[in-house]
């Protein structure tokens, strides 16, 4: 997965006519971070995109690290259920080589994401 198999995922949403695009790292529109009541952790989603009638959220995962699985699901929880509220998806950008992982991992917890493989 690379900065330009990104900047093409940006385009094709783009495309879909957004009300607003916020992306993580870009000085306009940058995403709110969000948790769950009382929680100390909050999350910033990488790509938040705002319709009249729907909020969409996306996760850009590049590589989980054993010790860090529990707080990326979490964080994937977290957006689901936002994505929930708003009416939208929570959708995961993931590498090629992580499919087989990261599908046995959101099967496992039974997490609502719909895998975007680049």
């Known amino acids: 997965m690379t900065k330009k198999d990104i900047s093409n995922?940006?385009?094709?949403?783009?495309?879909?006519?957004?009300?607003?695009?916020?992306i993580r790292g870009e000085i306009h529109g940058i995403p709110k971070s969000i948790g769950f009541y009382n929680s100390k952790n909050e999350y910033t989603p990488d790509i938040v995109v705002k319709y009249s009638d729907k909020k969409d959220f996306y996760a850009i995962e590049?590589?989980?690290?054993?010790?860090?699985?529990?707080?990326?699901?979490?964080?994937?929880?977290?957006?689901?259920?936002?994505?929930?509220?708003?009416?939208?998806?929570?959708?995961?950008?993931?590498?090629?080589?992580?499919?087989?992982?990261?599908?046995?991992?959101?099967?496992?917890?039974q997490i609502d994401v719909k895998l975007i493989v680049l």
């Open 62 to 109: 590049k590589q989980i690290s054993e010790k860090d699985v529990h707080l990326s699901i979490f964080k994937w929880i977290l957006f689901a259920a936002e994505a929930r509220k708003t009416a939208g998806e929570f959708f995961m950008v993931i590498p090629k080589s992580k499919v087989v992982s990261y599908e046995k991992l959101i099967q496992q917890k």
């Open 9 to 22: 995922l940006i385009l094709k949403i783009k495309s879909t006519m957004p009300l607003k695009l916020e």
